[in-house]
């Protein structure tokens, strides 16, 4: 079955760091341009990060930038999203998928996993 697995989520203070894993599941994500999505209660799903193939590009969302960075690990065949000055508006459930690194848009019929919650409260 062909799958993304996230996870890494939790709970944790604003100010605080988490770093988020996206793992495949039946494929080899080298082959693919992977980006982070993240969906807030009542509002539509959005892009986070996208990152190349091989690593070298990378895009971010504005209201990220500065505070989050993408990475892959093609031999663990991993994403990550480290995220750094978590504030209470980056609360949402994270996904990943196959992005356009310069539009940070998925594409139509991206496949997608279950998520991970994050949630930034004192």
């Known amino acids: 079955q062909l799958q993304f697995v996230e996870s890494g989520g939790g709970l944790v203070q604003p100010g605080g760091s988490l770093r988020l894993s996206c793992a495949a599941s039946g494929f080899t994500l080298a082959y693919h341009t992977i980006g982070w999505f993240r969906q807030a209660p009542g509002k539509e799903r959005e892009g986070v990060s996208c990152?190349?193939?091989?690593?070298?590009?990378?895009n971010y969302a504005d209201s990220v930038k500065g505070r989050f960075t993408i990475s892959r690990d093609n031999a663990k065949n991993t994403v990550y999203l480290q995220m750094n000055n978590l504030k209470p508006e980056d609360t949402a459930v994270y996904y990943c998928?196959?992005?356009?690194?310069?539009?940070?848009?998925?594409?139509?019929?991206?496949?997608w996993g279950q998520g991970t919650q994050v949630t930034v409260s004192s």
């Open positions: 990152i190349s193939r091989s690593g070298g590009t990378t």
């Open positions: 998928a196959d992005c356009a690194v310069a539009t940070l848009k998925s594409f139509l019929g991206s496949r």
